[in-house]
């Protein structure tokens, strides 16, 4: 409710700062706990899903470069030399998760925490995608609409 009692102007900076927030949340799951994840199980994989999990990895990387560029495009100055600057994991934090990720046959819950993270990211992509046009700006629509069409193969495998 108090939303809708924000400024125009308010209402669009709280918005990007919600969208910055997520690229960085988003970036950060893809590049310190989804790859290792993928990593580990590449070389346990049978030809198939090894090709399968390949491609995946290919994605992330890229979703990762998508992110980068939506957060230097927002906020330029406070993404020179930083991919965190509103959400930023301690070291023990990073390495712990890090560390859970590479061994996903020791810690299984890996597996279903980045599912829910995939099954999340599509929900917040259909979502943003139905907001009327002026709700969203366009390269966070078409970072989305990308998005989208991976992860909805990203959770099929």
Known sequence: AVYEELAPHHRLRYNQLTGMVASELILLLETECLT?????????????????????AADERRHADIWRRLS?????????????VLC???????????????????????????????ERSIDISRRSLRLPADRLEPRYAAAYREHLRDEVRHVQI
């Open 36 to 56: 290792a994840t993928l990593d580990a199980v590449h070389g346990a994989a049978d030809d198939d899903l090894r090709a399968a999990v390949g491609q995946f």
């Open 88 to 118: 930023r994991p301690t070291p023990g934090l990073r390495g712990l998760a890090r560390l859970l990720a590479a061994r996903p046959l020791w810690w299984p819950v890996v597996f279903w925490v980045q599912l829910a993270q995939e």
């Open 72 to 84: 230097r495009l927002s906020e330029p100055g406070w993404y020179v030399d930083a991919d965190h």
